[in-house]
């Protein structure tokens, strides 16, 4: 009867297994399989509210013919001196990022910014993330063709969080590509999802990841399973990353962190870490703490029958959406050195 206790440990294992791929796989559709049309009720700001900029409408097919829209945003005097291709984070399209596309465009470039598959004004529902190097290269395809965008001998990449991922990984798309602002990246789409995890629920993780590795590959074939930090390692491209230290929505200690240790050395990759900032890096820190607090706050009233609309519309989004000049500076400079370089 011994024989019945190695037996019935591997049943015990394989019920496991089973189990946890039976759960990666719920996990993945419910997350994957959907449309992000971010938040109704969050006021998200649009060309017009900024006077110096323009904005021209485009739209353009990414890989399985699948309509994706943004603009073209322009300084409203004066001709471009680059073009910047910028990539949105997860769940919410660019306009969630306007203040700082504007920020690039009123200060001399041509700002291409899109949402991805299955986001806001674009079709098709969204895949994972290894659909945004996808979609990247998909703008710089339609770059190329554009009468206008056409013209730029050289483009930056810029993205932010899902974005930065995606840029990381589209540095090859095109020989067009000169370089690269990453902000609060992280480095495969299969390890993040399981990065909250740890202690006694560690074997359950790295299962979920084996598993959301194997229906990457599924769903993906070659461009499933990326990995940003490989990209970074490999390329020989201008590289700025920008990373705060208190990040958890990207857990720092698994992402910014260790690439930071990683690149350090290397010529043509900057990373500044900044000890007091979250994920949103290019905030100032003010903005993040209302940020966080005002929806941690609505969250808590909502449960209690509070009106969500009224919430969200007595927020000081001015506030929200501070910029932090070091920051922005920053990629500023990065941009103007990348594309003055190009010029000579």
């Excluded at 370089?179 to 390890?191: E, K, L, N, T």
């Excluded at 499933?224 to 990040?247: P, Q």
Aim: with cysteine.
């Amino acid at each position: 009867m011994v024989w019945l206790i190695p037996l019935c440990i591997a049943a015990v294992l394989i019920l496991f297994v089973a189990a946890a791929g039976i759960a990666a796989r719920v996990a993945f559709s419910r997350i994957f399989d959907r449309r992000y049309d971010g938040n109704p009720n969050l006021r998200y700001f649009k060309a017009e509210d900024f006077p110096d900029i323009t904005a021209e409408p485009v739209s353009f097919a990414s890989d399985g013919g699948q309509m994706l829209r943004g603009f073209i945003y322009r300084p409203r005097m004066g001709p471009a001196a680059g073009l910047i291709v910028f990539s949105h984070g997860f769940g919410a399209g660019h306009h969630a990022y306007t203040t700082e596309i504007a920020f690039l465009a009123r200060n001399g470039f041509a700002v291409l910014a899109y949402d991805g598959t299955g986001c806001v004004a674009s079709e098709g529902k969204f895949k994972g993330f290894d659909q945004g190097p996808v979609d990247v290269a998909a703008a710089l395809r339609f770059a190329r063709e554009h009468e206008a965008l056409k013209e730029f001998r050289r483009v930056v990449l810029a993205g932010h969080s899902w974005g930065a991922f995606s840029v990381c990984n589209a540095l090859d798309a095109d020989e067009r590509v000169a370089g690269a602002v990453a902000m609060c990246g992280f480095i495969s789409s299969a390890s993040v999802m399981g990065q909250t995890g740890g202690g006694r629920f560690r074997p359950l993780v790295l299962l979920f990841t084996f598993f959301f590795r194997m229906y990457n590959r599924r769903r993906f074939g070659e461009n499933a399973n990326r990995s940003a930090l490989a990209s970074l390692l490999k390329t020989e491209k201008d590289v700025l990353l920008l990373y705060g230290e208190k990040d958890k929505t990207v857990p720092f200690r698994y992402n910014g962190k260790k690439v930071a240790e990683e690149v350090s050395g290397r010529k043509n990759i900057v990373c500044r870490l900044f000890p007091s900032k979250a994920h949103n890096v290019y905030l100032t820190e003010a903005a993040e703490e209302y940020m966080h607090g005002a929806f941690a706050e609505i969250a808590a009233r909502t449960k209690k029958g509070g009106d969500v609309a009224r919430l969200y519309s007595s927020l000081d989004y001015e506030k929200m959406t501070e910029e932090d000049p070091e920051v922005m500076a920053l990629i500023l400079s990065f941009c103007r050195r990348i594309f003055s370089e190009c010029e000579n």
